[in-house]
């Protein structure tokens, strides 16, 4: 093990409440246990979940740091015991359960990819979150095919941006995608999207209708909720999955649940948080076997809309809460 500073630099919670809460502080250096790296952080990337969890509505599970942040990318400095197949100097992106806005940041192993060849620091911490959370939800859980076809509401969030790409990728036959403005409609048809829909001036169960000679889609992943579920029901094709992410206009609604039984669809959901280890190790592996070669041929690639540095991250919260970005923020060391 390398020499190591007995501190670290780290942006804190102070308290539950608005961007300002977030404060530099210094905590004592991490150290990696059995199983994990010790990571000196480039680039963090920014998740909607860490404004959820600085407004403190959601916690970290136990065990994990209570300083937000749930993917980053830079250079391992420490290994535990038990980590054969990593080194030190190594460069590594990785999903973690927390500790990400930090100057060093632990991480399980089973969690830590390798920078994909041609990316930099800040589009490597772009790519944990949003791409383990759309395999295991899109491709695990909804079981998306090649010739199907996917409806992303929230098409420019970090998460959509993610999602169109990879469905594309992976042999979409049409993808829709709801964002707010044309302007973000045409970002997420510049990603892939057959179609963008501005969910503002337009019923998207009207256009999916047209478009699809009234078949409906294959695939809906959702981060709405509220009124958007009854709709999604009826926006499905027979043998539908719908799999909800987030329920960004609530959980609690009254449904007609009578299409799900007619058209025998699937409704589901995961939150990628709490998992353990070997689950996120097992998407890890996924990942690197089919997406990593992706992501090195350009042939996706995460959405950096904007970075900012460490310090900033209340900035970072203010624009993201915004929802002005197209793709993700990241922050800078
Ligand atoms: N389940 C999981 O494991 C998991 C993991 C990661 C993230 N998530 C969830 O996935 C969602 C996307 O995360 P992200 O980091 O990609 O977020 P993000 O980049 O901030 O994007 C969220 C987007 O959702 C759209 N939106 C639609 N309705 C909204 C509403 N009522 N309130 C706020 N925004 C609304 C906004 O775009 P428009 O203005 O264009 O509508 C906004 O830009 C979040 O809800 C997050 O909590 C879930």
Redesign the pocket.
């Given at each position: 093990m390398t020499s190591l500073p007995a501190t670290m630099t780290a942006i804190e919670i102070s308290e539950p409440g608005g961007p300002e809460v977030l404060k530099p502080a210094t905590r004592p250096m991490p150290l990696p246990g059995m199983g994990e790296v010790l990571i000196a952080v480039k680039a963090a990337g920014v998740?909607?979940?860490d404004l959820?969890q600085r407004q403190g509505g959601y916690d970290p599970p136990p065990g994990a740091s209570d300083i937000p942040g749930l993917e980053v990318a830079g250079r391992i400095v420490a290994l535990g015991l038990g980590v054969p197949h990593l080194r030190i100097g190594d460069e590594v992106c990785a999903l973690v359960a927390g500790g990400g806005y930090a100057t060093h940041c632990v991480a399980p192993a089973p969690q830590t990819l390798p920078v994909p060849k041609g990316l930099t620091m800040v589009e490597a911490a772009a790519i944990p979150?949003?791409f383990f959370?759309v395999w295991t939800n899109v491709f695990e859980r909804a079981r998306f095919q090649p010739g199907e076809s996917i409806l992303i509401h929230?098409g420019?969030?970090?998460?959509?941006t993610t999602a169109i790409q990879l469905t594309r990728a992976l042999g979409a036959h049409q993808i829709f995608a709801t964002?707010?403005?044309i302007e973000?409609c045409r970002a997420c048809e510049a990603l892939g999207a057959t179609r963008g829909i501005d969910y503002k001036i337009m019923d998207f169960l009207k256009v999916i209708r047209e478009m699809t000679g009234g078949r409906g889609v294959d695939v809906i992943l959702d981060?709405?909720g509220g009124d958007y579920v009854q709709r999604n029901l009826s926006a499905l094709a027979m043998e539908g999955r719908l799999v909800n992410?987030?329920f960004?206009?609530g959980a609690k609604i009254e449904v007609n649940l009578a299409p799900v039984m007619l058209k025998r669809l699937t409704v589901t959901g995961?939150?990628?948080?709490p998992r353990t280890v070997e689950q996120k190790g097992a998407i890890a592996a996924q990942l690197h076997r089919t997406v990593w070669p992706l992501l090195e041929k350009k042939t996706v690639r995460p959405v950096i809309y904007r970075t900012f540095p460490l310090a900033q991250a209340a900035e970072a919260h203010r624009l993201?809460e915004s929802?002005e970005?197209i793709g993700k923020i990241v922050l800078e060391l």
């Open positions: 998740n909607r979940p959820q979150e949003t959370t929230g420019t969030s970090g998460i959509g964002a707010g403005t973000k981060m709405v992410v987030a960004l206009k995961s939150t990628l948080r993201m929802s970005h």
